[in-house]
């Protein structure tokens, strides 16, 4: 069974930077596409960025160029760079992860899922 552990969120002013890992157990890291979501307070939850096995990346327009995704697959870890960072990106942040890659880019049946972590950016 795949389990996802997300770490490194907190708190940050706005336009301060911060990193978020997650870290993947149970099957094998490289046949899985790793994707992140977040779900603001009273909204839904939305799609954030996705790399493939073979490190494609993909981002939503809201944390294009300012976020960055990587993956270790020595340490079966996906890291999420963010920087810029804006008070509208306050949110719990999942890391999610499917053998397909499409499945995470399009939505949100990944069958895999972190219990999240709360990045909070003030103003």
């Known amino acids: 069974q795949v389990q996802l552990v997300e770490s490194g969120g907190g708190s940050v002013q706005a336009g301060g930077s911060l990193s978020l890992s997650c870290t993947f157990s149970?099957?094998?890291?490289?046949?899985?596409?790793i994707g992140w979501f977040r779900q603001a307070p009273g909204k839904e939850r939305e799609f954030v960025a996705v790399?493939?096995?073979?490190?494609?990346?993909y981002y939503s327009d809201a944390v294009k160029g300012r976020f960055s995704l990587s993956r270790d697959d020595a340490k079966s870890t996906v890291l999420l760079r963010m920087s810029n960072l804006k008070p509208d990106d306050t949110a719990v942040y999942y890391c999610?992860?499917?053998?397909?890659?499409?499945?995470?880019?399009?939505?949100?049946?990944?069958?895999?899922w972190g219990v999240g972590t709360l990045v909070t950016v003030s103003s």
């Open positions: 999610a992860a499917d053998l397909i890659y499409s499945t995470v880019k399009t939505g949100f049946g990944s069958r895999y």
């Open positions: 149970g099957r094998s890291f490289q046949q899985y596409a």
């Open positions: 790399i493939s096995q073979i490190d494609s990346t």
